[in-house]
């Protein structure tokens, strides 16, 4: 540098530098090479080698949340991890399973049916059909919930299979139609879908537009798309491996209209060739579920036996006439959705799963990730022993608790169904459907902006999980309207029960045949906790929706409005209610678990669950204030006492999701050595 120049601001900053080192004392000077020095390198350590000991049996939790068939799930993950078919894939020093994302389209698909195939060998599948009774299809459920924490594509494919074309033919048929095809169905010697949704026709399948004519002459049934909204649309399975479908169509013999009825078709030989007379297409890339084959159907007046309608609640005789155990039409349409009701509990149930394994993570996660220091010198702090962080999760491992407890009571309900419970399980499993696939939908997200960048990466499955569960809220019900249904149901019982002057009877309803809950102006702590008292305040504030919904929809009818018409005019006040139905049950169903629990630790740590549920139903719901069921200082002392439980229930949280019995290999490697799973030696791209 040449010495006439001005020397620069970072010469003349150095050696200001240089003059004040040298004027520090040899013990100041130390320390600041000391702090100069690099830090070390951070290193991973198990939760397990810092947290305490579970103070409760990790076990007895997981039977209560699992509730049945443990050892068929723990073989159905074995059967799973054992097959290189499920993609073993090493990372961090262990093993996960996990389906190839980046495959495309129809590598996924492929891949699918080759999992299936393997399963059907491993006899995953034996009795699902052709087995009679309710541990029979509980542990059909208990072996479902396991495959679709691999893969929801899987599940669905599976699902679809059974649930749809094989609980159709098994409850909407009769025994021509079980000889015929459960065993088969069973065995995969044929493979079946569910036409049911239209382009132009979802939720209201009333209004489906395909036509089955019947033939007097030839006694068959003519089954036509007349328009191009009525082409059968996101049929799982139909784009390529289907070979048989349920259509549902509008029966016309004679130029009447019988309404929605079913009728078995074949669309591909057996040589996997579409049939004559059928056109299908695929339904193309998806945000998620690329492992189904979505298609779409068209029938060009193709013709089925008199034999093919499923006949258990009417039939068609050789001469064209029709006749039907049911003669009211709209309880014979019920009956035609019949199918769909074990779909929406089977959605409902696995949405608590995938909320398990994306909640799992994300705490395994917080419990060995650091970030920042409350001193100076202190070492970085765990991400969940910040109050910010256990807000974020805690609550969602809650609420995780006390919905298995729901499903759970709703597969035991089906399972053990009667014609009498039928409106109770549509009722339910609509509620329960609509808003455990809503929670989980919101803990897939929380959860992964919990663990940040790594979040997005698709080896770490919460991020990918988002896409691949998000049709849940809209398949097999749209989940708003589910909700619709949850609130005219509950209207339907009101009137009911005031015009019969009737106790109410089912759904839980009884409270509202005693005096009013009265809530304390002043809520303390243990007040809050109280069990009594929340039920009191849940099912204040059904009782209080139940009403206002009522009389509004009275006063629309007064005013001349039809019924229907009255009805979504109050959508508002439905949609409260609703919600506050589910969330009574959910809690009033939990009680009854925890009530069989012996007293001592694990009855403690539900209690902690079932008090932080509660006190965030308060915190994230306008409702208890909007109406009037809490003052703003009962609802700010509710706020206040899930900081509380939090940080009560953040010593137990390992424990909590250790016992969902999730293993390693379905986790992520975020959820275990995720440093070691980054290194430049792990040759993860």
Same mark, same amino acid.
């Given at each position: 540098?040449d ?5 620069s ?5 150095a /050696?200001?530098?240089? =003059?004040?080192?040298?004027g $520090?004392? *040899?013990?100041?000077?130390? !320390?600041v090479a000391a702090a ?6 951070l290193?991973?350590a ?6 305490p000991?579970p103070?409760?049996? *990790?076990?007895?939790? +997981?039977?209560? $949340?699992d ?5 068929e799930?723990d073989?159905?993950?074995r059967?799973m991890?054992?097959s290189?078919l499920f993609?073993q ?21 492929e891949?699918?049916?080759?999992r ?8 995953v ?6 087995? *009679?009774?309710?541990?029979?299809? $509980? ?6 919930e ?6 929801h594509s899987?599940?669905?494919k599976?699902?679809?299979?059974f ?6 033919i098994?409850?909407?048929?009769t025994?021509?139609?079980h ?7 069973e065995?995969y010697?044929?493979?079946g879908c ?20 019947y033939d %007097?002459k ?10 191009e909204?009525?082409?059968k ?7 390529n ?6 259509v ?17 078709a074949q669309?591909?030989d057996e040589h ?5 007379n059928?056109q299908i ?6 945000i ?7 298609g779409?159907?068209?029938f060009?007046n193709?013709?089925?036996? +008199? ?5 258990l609640?009417a039939?068609?005789?050789?001469d064209?006439q ?8 709209d309880?014979?349409f019920?009956?035609f ?6 779909? =929406?509990?089977?959605?409902a ?6 909320s ?8 395994r996660?917080a ?6 220091s409350?001193?100076?010198d202190g070492?970085?702090m ?12 805690l609550?969602?491992?809650?609420k995780?608790c006390?919905m298995?407890? /729901?499903?759970n009571?709703m ?5 053990k169904r009667t014609?009498?419970?039928n ?8 509620a329960l459907?609509?808003t ?25 499955r919460?991020?990918?999980?988002? /896409?691949?569960?998000d ?19 509950l209207? !339907? ?5 005031? +015009?019969?002057?009737q ?6 309803l009884?409270?509202l ?10 809520l303390?702590?243990g ?14 504030? #059904? =009782? ?6 009522t009389?509004e ?5 007064a005013?001349g409005?039809?019924?229907e018409k009255?009805l979504?005019l ?9 919600r506050?139905?589910t969330?009574?049950? %959910? ?11 012996p ?9 902690l669950l079932r008090?932080l549920?509660?006190m965030?139903c308060?915190?994230e719901? !306008?409702?208890?204030l909007?109406y009037g069921?809490?003052s703003?200082e009962?609802? /700010?002392a509710? +706020? ?6 939090c940080?009560e229930?953040?010593?137990?949280a ?18 275990f050595?995720?440093? #070691?799973?980054?290194? =430049? ?5």
């Open positions: 540098m010495p006439s120049y001005p020397p601001a970072t010469a003349r900053r /050696a200001a530098i240089a =003059r004040h080192l040298a $520090l004392s *040899p013990r100041d000077a130390a !320390a100069l020095e690099p830090s070390a390198c290193s991973y198990p939760p397990e080698s810092s947290e000991a103070a409760f049996s *990790p076990l007895e939790l +997981r039977s209560l $949340l509730g049945h068939h443990l050892r799930r073989w159905a993950f059967a991890e054992e290189p993609c894939r090493r990372s961090g020093g262990k093993v996960f399973v996990s389906p190839d994302y980046n495959e495309g389209k129809e590598g996924q698909r891949a699918t049916m080759r299936v195939g393997y399963l059907a060998r491993r006899g599948f034996r009795g699902w059909l052709t087995e *009679p009774g309710p541990d029979a299809e $509980l542990r059909k459920l208990a072996l479902l396991c495959l679709g924490m691999y893969d899987l599940a669905i599976i699902g679809v299979h649930f749809l074309w094989g609980s159709a098994k409850f909407l048929g025994k021509r139609h000889d015929k095809w459960l065993s088969d169905t065995n010697v044929i493979k569910f036409s049911m949704t239209e382009l132009g026709h979802g939720s209201n399948v009333r209004g489906i537009e395909t036509v089955a004519t %007097i030839t006694r068959e049934f003519v089954i036509n798309t007349p328009c909204s009525a082409q649309y996101w049929i799982g399975g139909a784009a491996h289907a070979t048989h479908t349920i549902f169509a509008q029966l016309h013999i004679n130029g009447r209209n019988e309404g929605v009825h079913a009728f078995v669309i591909r996997e060739n579409v049939m004559p059928i297409a695929d339904c193309g890339h998806k998620g579920l690329n492992g189904v084959d979505n779409r159907i068209w060009n193709i013709r089925v036996p +008199r034999e093919n309608l499923l006949n609640v039939d068609v005789l050789p064209g029709y006749v039907s155990t049911i003669d009211d039409p309880q014979r019920a009956a959705l019949s199918p769909l009701t074990l779909g =929406r509990v089977n959605i149930v696995n949405a608590v799963y995938i398990k394994v994306g909640v799992a993570i994300a705490v996660y419990l060995s990730r650091r970030a920042f409350v001193t100076p070492p970085e765990l991400l969940l022993d910040y109050p910010s962080h256990q807000r974020r999760l609550p969602l491992l809650a995780a006390l298995s407890s /729901a499903g009571f597969k035991r309900m089906y399972v014609p009498e419970l409106k109770s399980i549509h009722i339910y499993s609509s459907k609509a455990l696939t809503w929670q989980n939908m919101t803990t897939l997200q929380e959860c992964r902006e919990a663990c940040g960048g790594q979040g997005l990466k698709t080896e770490n919460i991020g990918i999980f988002k /896409a691949e569960f049709v849940q809220s809209t398949f097999e019900g749209d989940n708003n309207v589910l909700m619709q249904q949850v609130s005219k149901a209207y !339907a019982e009101f009137l009911t029960a005031k +015009r019969k002057n106790p109410f009877k089912g759904l839980g009884e409270h045949n005693g005096p009013c809950p009265v809530i304390p102006d002043y303390t702590s007040t809050l906790r109280s069990s009594s008292f929340q039920m009191d305040l849940l099912c204040l504030r #059904e =009782r209080d929706l139940l009403k206002r919904f009389t929809v009275s006063n629309y009818l005013q409005e039809s019924r009255a979504m109050s959508y508002q006040l439905a949609e409260d209610l609703a506050a139905f969330e009574r049950t %959910i809690l009033q169903i939990f009680l009854e678990d925890e009530k069989n629990i007293t001592g630790s694990l009855k403690d740590i539900l209690g008090s549920y509660v965030v308060i915190d719901s !306008a409702s208890f909007r069921c809490l703003r009962n609802v /700010a509710a +706020r206040k006492e899930v900081m509380t439980l940080s229930l953040r010593p137990h390992l424990a909590i999701v250790s016992s969902f019995g999730i293993p390693d290999a379905f986790l992520s490697p975020l959820a050595d995720w440093i #070691e799973a980054n290194a =430049r030696s792990s040759g993860n791209e």
